[in-house]
């Protein structure tokens, strides 16, 4: 049972470089989300998704896209990568929203140069 | 929208004492749910309060949810090596989880 899988472990993007953050969760949850994680700031929501179809924005969602064409897939992407942008990211996922325990991946290290 | 805060950021203990951390919202929540995220590890949901004044035991840790269900706390009894890490409170903000700013803890053998 694999879970929440994130794609890659570790990233090194330049100023301005676009890429893919890979999600994908074995559990048949239908939400899904994704959070950043900076010293001292905790765990900070960018966008989530309580269904195939549906994503909504969360705290921190600018410079971030997100699409949810099918259950098992969340992935996020950043547009023109930006210093700023330099975190952990985890993708997360529960059966429903809110009330129910979050699965984490785990993780992925961006850093932007 | 929704805040969560924690108390203290950091804490560190010598093997054996107790440890608590305090998480305020800045509004009313329908639930509170905890998380440990260990050293270099993603977090691991450890419980979810739902009513008014709960508490909550897990061998040596004490799970309090608030009587206005607007603050919780963590205790840990008797810490040891294996309780380092960082614990996060998350509460629930319409359909969506907002976690707290976390409480690293280091112990001391």
């Known amino acids: 049972n694999a879970g929440v899988t994130q794609t890659p472990k570790f990233q090194v993007l330049k100023t301005g470089q676009s890429m893919t953050l890979q999600c994908a969760q074995d559990m048949n949850h239908e939400y899904m989300s994704w959070y950043r994680q900076d010293p001292g700031m905790g765990l900070r929501l960018i966008h989530y998704?309580?269904?195939?179809?549906?994503?909504d924005q969360g705290e921190v969602p600018n410079g971030y896209n997100v699409s949810r064409s099918t259950t098992e897939d969340f992935p996020l992407r950043l547009l023109s990568a930006a210093p700023s942008q330099t975190s952990v990211y985890f993708c997360?996922?529960?059966?429903?929203?809110?009330?129910?325990?979050?699965?984490f991946g785990n993780g992925t290290r961006l850093t932007v140069t | 929208g929704q805040q969560v805060m924690q108390i203290p950021q950091y804490q560190h203990v010598q093997e054996g004492e107790d440890f608590t951390t305090y998480c305020n919202s800045s509004t009313t929540l329908s639930n509170i749910q905890w998380y440990k995220q260990r050293p270099g590890g993603h977090p691991v949901f450890l419980i979810q309060?739902?009513?008014?004044?709960e508490v909550k035991k897990q061998k040596r840790l004490t799970f309090q949810f608030g009587e206005a269900k607007k603050n919780s706390s963590l205790h840990i009894t008797a810490t040891q090596t294996t309780d380092v890490g960082t614990y996060f409170c998350?509460?629930?903000?319409?359909?969506?989880?907002?976690f707290g700013t976390g409480t690293r803890l280091q112990v001391f053998p």
């Open positions: 309060l739902v009513k008014s004044g």
């Open positions: 997360a996922s529960s059966y429903s929203a809110g009330n129910s325990p979050l699965h």
């Open positions: 998704s309580v269904g195939a179809g549906i994503t």
């Open positions: 998350a509460g629930r903000d319409t359909d969506k989880l907002i």
